[in-house]
């Protein structure tokens, strides 16, 4: 059974620091690009993050450059999403995927919320 399981979403002050885990089993992870999204209330799933399945590219969205980092362990069939200086516009529902040729995997999301 495929599953990504993201977690360590929560509320944060506005500049604070928050790292997304995303947990992958059922497939074989280290052949996947992982990717970051998100979505907010009554906006469009955007963007946010890729790394590439050996980790030795990464690409960002505009608006988190410089403040968020991508990576993986692939040992342990995890991606993460570093996220420094949070804004209140980061406020969002985060959500990894995994695509690969075969196909593609999303996980069920975890809040982030930006606030003081």
């Known amino acids: 059974q495929v599953q990504l399981v993201e977690s360590g979403g929560g509320l944060v002050q506005p500049g604070g620091s928050l790292t997304l885990s995303c947990a992958a089993s059922?497939?074989?992870?280290?052949?996947?690009?992982m990717r970051w999204y998100r979505q907010a209330p009554e906006k469009e799933r955007e963007f946010v993050a890729l790394?590439?399945?050996?980790?030795?590219?990464?690409n960002y969205a505009d608006f988190v450059k410089g403040r968020f980092t991508i990576s993986r362990n692939n040992a342990k069939n995890t991606v993460y999403l570093q996220m420094n200086n949070l804004k209140s516009e980061d406020t969002a529902v985060y959500y990894c995927?995994?695509?690969?040729?075969?196909?593609?995997?999303w996980g069920q999301g975890t809040q982030v919320t930006v606030s003081s």
């Open positions: 995927n995994a695509q690969a040729s075969s196909g593609g995997y």
């Open positions: 059922g497939f074989t992870f280290g052949n996947y690009r």
């Open positions: 790394i590439t399945p050996v980790g030795g590219y990464t």
